[in-house]
Nanobody
Framework: QVQLVESGGGLVLPGGSLRLSCTAS????????MAWYRQAPGKQRELVAT???????NYADSVKGRFTIDRDNAKNTVYLQMDSLKPEDTAVYYC?????????WGKGTLVTVSS
């Protein structure tokens, strides 16, 4: 069974950094496109970053220049490096992957940016 487990969330000051991890079982990230989504309180879930199987990354305008998506094939893990964090980045962050037409989501990890 496919399972995605996020980690690395927590409380950080504005301007600080945080690195999220998503480790998968039952699926190989190196041959699948991956993505990070987030959902802030009272808002719709939004796409944050994508990483194709070929290594191409795309970002939402709101995080360009501040966030970086990457993966470690040996660890079957995808990362989201978040720098220059803003209070507006506060949200539950979710790892996402699709396999054979089926969508898979992690349970999420909470990121709180506050002074």
């Amino acid at each position: 069974q496919v399972q995605l487990v996020e980690s690395g969330g927590g409380l950080v000051l504005p301007g600080g950094s945080l690195r999220l991890s998503c480790t998968a079982s039952g699926i190989i990230f190196s041959i699948n496109g991956m993505a990070w989504y987030r959902q802030a309180p009272g808002k719709q879930r939004e796409l944050v970053a994508t990483l194709s199987s070929g290594g191409w990354a795309n970002y939402a305008d709101s995080v360009k220049g501040r966030f970086t998506i990457d993966r470690d094939n040996a660890k079957n893990t995808v990362y989201l490096q978040m720098d220059s964090l803003k209070p507006e980045d506060t949200a539950v962050y979710y790892c996402y992957v699709t396999r054979r037409g089926i969508d898979y989501w992690g349970k999420g990890t909470l990121v709180t940016v506050s002074s």
